[in-house]
């Protein structure tokens, strides 16, 4: 036999042998897509639920429209004195429709108004205030052009929407914790399988079973917290993708401080694959010990 | 049939490394194998393919346990070691093994490393004596080769370097001059009578008769209990 002969293919490593599997990537990002995009959005709504309930001061708001010759303004004053002589009806002012920004005005009108629109809060008794559909019908019978948006529910109705976001988000954090760590579990396990040659070798060796698990831990984490950051990044813009369309009708913006708390996600996703992939692989050491 | 094998007898005063008291190996039929080596000593497991050399070096690696008898290395009853206890006792016990269990990705210096480190031990305190043991088996200019493109009698003598790179008590060569031309084979063995002249107790396992002789190794031969 000649010294020089050529390596047996078998001291090759076996094909993606150095790293975690690439599907733990990909839960990874997607996991960290949605917890971003769920604490970016629980956080910018809760923001504009605490802004909005004090901005909505009035239990109405009456938006009024100029008809035929008489004025936006002549329509408002008349609708001021109509509002006012109903019973339950504790005061109406008129506000300048510059004192509302488009997020307030968009939010209680459903649509833009014109320049021609004008706006008059109303603020009614705790119990036995009018309806809004029995105001509207005393400005309907002083034929003024109006439309009556009743937010006396909507603090509460923004409430329970912030509410519901934040427990979106904690389902969407146990969701994804779960699968990370059944993944992470799995990989470690199925990375010692596949590379069984060089970690049977390292246990040969003499090494510890802590030293063999740290090198699948090392791969998983790195794995998992890459994907993560991907993940933030894509959860991050698509927030403010969304985030912004939503302004629009909304009046939800997205704050800087909203997308430096979802940055925790990545840590939390490779920490819980660190101690999923350190337990999965302990086991497979211990069966690989037993075996030998 | 079953045959007992009894080569050493245990002089006064002497350290005893390994001890090996009915150990069955199954090998076609049942035989009870039973040896000493002493301290420093060397010994040859002779025997053809499936006399039970290699079992009987992995058991002395703490590799498995035997269905029967008793195994001492190094003063640790192999009966009585706990999972925790065999990585520290595997990292005074350098092995040569039969495939060599190289990693064909790591250069032949990181695969010298690869040992250091599994018995815990830190690259920057190690690396000049990863240089000087690659340099003592003749590997010096091929430290950063990947260990595939290595010739047959480099990977062996790697192997080598590997076993020794803790300076371990004990070292077990399973074949370790098995299809080696003869030169290549020659300087692996001055490298183990090397070692053993140090004071590192060796047990070969081998299927040359002739091996032994060259080594001046007492020899336990399986050869009679073989299929």
């Known amino acids: 036999m000649n010294d020089e002969g050529s390596a047996p293919e078998r001291l090759r490593s076996p094909p993606g042998g150095e790293g975690a599997p690439w599907w733990l990537a990909v839960l990874a990002t997607l996991a960290a897509v949605f917890l971003a995009v769920a604490t970016i959005g629980g956080l910018a709504a809760s923001r504009a639920a605490a802004e909005l309930r004090p901005r909505l001061g009035g239990a109405m708001t009456v938006v009024v429209h100029g008809k035929g010759l008489e004025s936006a303004d002549a329509a408002a004053a008349r609708a001021q004195e109509v509002i006012a002589a109903v019973s339950g009806v504790v005061g109406a002012t008129p506000l300048e429709p510059d004192d509302h920004d488009a997020a307030i005005a968009t939010l209680i009108a459903g649509r833009t108004e014109s320049g021609e629109a004008r706006l008059i809060s109303v603020d009614t008794a705790r119990s036995g205030g009018p309806s809004a559909t029995a105001l509207g019908a005393k400005l309907r019978e002083a034929r003024i052009d109006s439309r009556i948006d009743d937010h006396r529910g909507t603090g509460g109705q923004l409430e329970r929407a912030s509410l519901r976001l934040i427990a979106g988000a904690a389902i969407t954090l146990a969701v994804a914790l779960i699968l990370i760590v059944a993944a992470a579990f799995a990989a470690a396990g199925a990375m010692i399988r596949r590379d069984h040659d060089r970690f049977d070798l390292m246990r040969r060796l003499g090494a510890r079973e802590g030293f063999s698990a740290g090198v699948a831990r090392r791969r998983v984490t790195l794995t998992v917290f890459i994907g993560a950051v991907g993940g933030l990044f894509v959860g991050i813009i698509a927030a403010v993708a969304l985030g912004g369309r939503a302004a629009t009708t909304l009046a939800i913006s997205i704050e800087p401080f909203d997308a430096l708390a979802a940055v925790i996600w990545p840590f939390v996703l490779a920490g819980a694959a660190a101690l999923a992939s350190e337990v999965g692989a302990r086991g497979e050491l211990r069966r690989l010990e037993t075996r030998g | ?227």
Not at chain 2, 40 to 55: E, I, V
Not at chain 2, 191 to 217: F, M, Q
């Open chain 2, 1 to 227: 049939m079953s045959r007992n094998l009894v080569v050493a007898s245990e002089p006064a005063e002497t350290r005893i490394d390994v001890r090996i008291a009915g150990v069955e190996v199954f090998n076609g039929a049942p035989a009870r194998v039973s040896f000493t080596v002493e301290a420093g000593g060397m010994l040859a497991l002779h025997g053809p393919a499936g006399a039970g050399k290699s079992r009987l070096i992995d058991l002395l690696s703490f590799e498995g346990r035997p269905a029967r008898g008793a195994i001492e290395v190094l003063g640790a009853d192999l009966a009585r070691l706990s999972p925790e206890e065999k990585p520290a006792m595997r990292r005074r016990i350098g092995v040569m093994f039969q495939d060599e269990r190289l990693l064909g990705d790591l250069s032949a210096a990181d695969n010298v490393a690869l040992a250091a480190m599994a018995a815990d031990r830190r690259r920057k305190l190690f690396d000049a004596e990863i240089d000087e043991v690659l340099a003592w088996v003749g590997l010096a200019a091929k430290a950063v080769e990947p260990s595939w493109r290595l010739s047959v009698g480099e990977r062996r003598r790697l192997c080598l370097a590997r076993a020794m790179i803790n300076r371990p008590d004990l070292l077990l060569a399973d074949e370790p001059t098995a299809g080696l031309p003869e030169e290549a084979a020659h300087r692996v063995l001055r490298l183990i009578g090397e070692i053993n002249r140090t004071g590192t107790t060796v047990i070969i396992a081998t299927r040359d008769p002739g091996l032994a002789t060259e080594l001046g190794a007492k020899v336990v031969d399986l050869a009679g209990t073989a299929a």
